[in-house]
């Protein structure tokens, strides 16, 4: 099994693009796998809509497109070589489906990994039981791992946070997601509760890399994430006292800044108009006209800190086409 999750470089740690819902799709993939992502995740993709819904997979080139009636899930499941290495990330809370939706992605996309997510702590999916909500049931989250390794064949990774309500319970519950069989895992330096507010605590991440690594026979990479705003703090965060993680996963921090994988020094001729227009021709690319409404959040991230931005993000909220970027693009040309 190749691993995707282990350093290619021992001095340089994985950086990884976390999945996002509404902001990492494949054109956005695309643009970050450019900067340097080492690896790229998908939208986080239900389990249960694999397993009800009736997909179909048309290889185009470089295309792997998925078509069936539920567009959505099609959607998120459709990506480009170019993105590769890349992992689908699989939500739900049944395990039967789980290892339904897994091995069939593995059949009929060849993603590079499988992910599960238990981390995501929006009200809608913990509502149903699914993403961070695993958190307080520690033993289907290892039946639902155990299920989808049984399955497959490549990489399997396991997004998490630190536990429901108490940073201490990863302590405890990393170690069990590797005995199911977890390649990897991706630990939020968050709690459920947390939410996004609170600083990220890195601390207990690192005392799992250092648990994990005397699990004799078993290696689990160990990827760090939150509260990463710049490529130097990435690399300073994986690694302290002498324990080095496997990798960081960068988030929030990306919108407005795919270059954020890549050194500082080497986005020093960076032409923000140029990136925005190569965005956005992705986007249509891979989307059509709705991914131009899509954008919009995109091209608002990116008008931060311009002169006239109040101008220019109103208008930015409003685009249709390709043309009315352009607009936007020559009033930052003439800023």
């Not at 789980?98 to 059949?107: G, I, L, N, R, T």
């Amino acid at each position: 099994m190749n691993n995707i999750w282990t350093r290619k470089n021992p001095h340089n740690p994985l950086l990884v693009l976390s999945p996002m819902a509404g902001y990492t799709d494949s054109a956005f993939r695309i643009l970050c796998k450019g900067y340097g992502a080492d690896v790229v995740m998908t939208e986080l993709v239900s389990a249960d809509a694999i397993a009800y819904g009736k997909f179909k997979v048309h290889k185009v080139g470089k295309v792997h497109k998925v078509e069936g009636k539920n567009h959505s899930t099609a959607e998120l499941l459709s990506f480009y070589d170019d993105e590769r290495p890349i992992v689908v990330q699989l939500f739900g809370k049944y395990p039967e489906k789980f290892a339904y939706a897994a091995k069939w992605v593995v059949e009929n996309l060849k993603p590079d990994g499988i992910d599960i997510n238990m981390g995501c702590p929006a009200r809608k999916v913990i509502g149903s039981d699914h993403g961070a909500a695993l958190l307080k049931n520690p033993d289907l989250a290892c039946e639902i791992v155990r299920a989808v390794r049984a399955e497959i064949s490549i990489p399997l990774s396991v997004k998490t946070r630190l536990g429901w309500e108490n940073d201490n319970e990863i302590l405890d519950f990393a170690p069990r997601l590797a005995e199911a069989g977890a390649d990897a895992i991706i630990i939020h330096g968050r709690t459920y509760k947390d939410g996004f507010k609170n600083i990220a605590r890195w601390e207990n991440i690192y005392q799992i890399k250092d648990q994990i690594s005397k699990i004799k026979n078993k290696e689990v990479s160990i990827i760090g994430n939150g509260d990463i705003s710049n490529y130097d703090e990435a690399i300073k965060r994986s690694e302290s006292g002498g324990i080095k993680l496997d990798g960081v996963a960068i988030g929030r921090a990306t919108f407005g800044k795919p270059w954020i994988f890549s050194a500082e020094l080497a986005v020093n001729s960076l032409k923000p108009t140029a990136l925005i227009l190569k965005h956005a021709k992705l986007v249509y690319e891979t989307k059509g006209d709705h991914g131009i409404i899509e954008f919009r959040k995109h091209l608002l991230a990116y008008l931060r800190g311009f002169q006239n931005a109040k101008e220019m993000r109103k208008q930015a909220a409003s685009i249709k086409s390709i043309r009315d970027i352009e607009k936007i693009i020559n009033m930052i040309k003439n800023d």
